[in-house]
């Protein structure tokens, strides 16, 4: 990962570009980002409880559960650009910006080429040594006629959807019963729940939570693309609270990405 620019006004609120070397986004996209996109630990057990049901003594395997399995083992990454985009952007923040998302919404999904519900970001970040909410927005854009592109400044962009979490608490708090609720699945000393109680205390006792905007380009780039819109948002996202736009420049076209996590180029 390669800083291109940035605007630190803390640690908290400011704004980045950065770029993937060509190598190293290949990587990414055939190992954790196309493991987020399956959700290869659910894959996992999935697969290896059919196979265990197939290997049990005395017990016929059926076609249907061999088909199954060998589904399984030969799945190919089904989903649009946008999602390889989101999927991306998690696997950045967790291993560059202290991060953390415990639970694939992978999981949640009755329709894996649906949109994400509430926020396309739900998590924790760790600021300061202090553990907070993160709510955010992902898009992805190829416009070069536009900096910032319409992805950013449109009705339905990030800085619009960033407005909106930051003016509807209602909201926000639909999304902490979620991470709630997903917690109740982890044991009583998973990190899951050291985050998530952490971040309801700074919450509720200072009103403290993390915003986070991402733009995924496939184009050279320009600061202008984050740069308009973080000035906009600081001045409307009030202290403590926390706002960060990350531009990520990948070397690769977007058209190509699911083909090289697929294994085909």
Not at 12 to 34: K, P, T, W
Not at 132 to 142: A, D, M, R
Not at 202 to 228: C, F, K, P, T, W
């Amino acid at each position: 990962m390669n800083i291109l620019f940035e605007n630190i006004e803390t640690l908290g609120r400011n704004y980045q570009g950065i770029s993937i070397e060509e190598q190293e986004c290949r990587q990414h996209l055939q190992g954790a980002v196309m493991d987020n996109l399956q959700d290869r630990e659910e894959w996992q057990d999935s697969l290896d409880r059919l196979r265990t049901l197939r290997d049990e003594t005395g017990f016929e395997a059926s076609d249907g559960l061999l088909a199954d399995i060998q589904a399984l083992e030969n799945e190919d990454i089904q989903v649009q650009q946008f999602r390889v985009g989101e999927a991306y952007a998690e696997v950045i923040l967790e291993q560059e910006f202290t991060c953390r998302f415990h639970w694939n919404e992978n999981r949640d999904a009755r329709n894996p080429k649906g949109n994400k519900t509430g926020a396309d970001i739900v998590g924790f970040i760790e600021v300061d040594g202090q553990v907070l909410f993160l709510f955010g927005e992902v898009k992805t854009s190829s416009e070069t006629a536009n900096r910032p592109p319409q992805v950013m400044t449109g009705s339905k962009g990030i800085e619009s959807q960033l407005r909106d979490l930051y003016n509807d608490r209602r909201k926000r708090q639909v999304l902490i019963s979620y991470l709630q609720n997903k917690m109740r699945h982890f044991p009583s000393q998973h990190q899951f729940r050291t985050d998530f109680e952490a971040s309801q205390r700074a919450y509720y006792s200072s009103d403290n939570y993390h915003l986070i905007g991402v733009l995924i380009r496939d184009v050279e780039h320009d600061e202008r693309d984050v740069s308009l819109s973080y000035g906009r948002l600081r001045n409307h996202v009030l202290e403590p609270n926390g706002i960060k736009l990350l531009a990520m420049y990948l070397p690769i076209p977007k058209e190509g990405w699911v083909q090289i996590i697929n294994n085909r180029t």
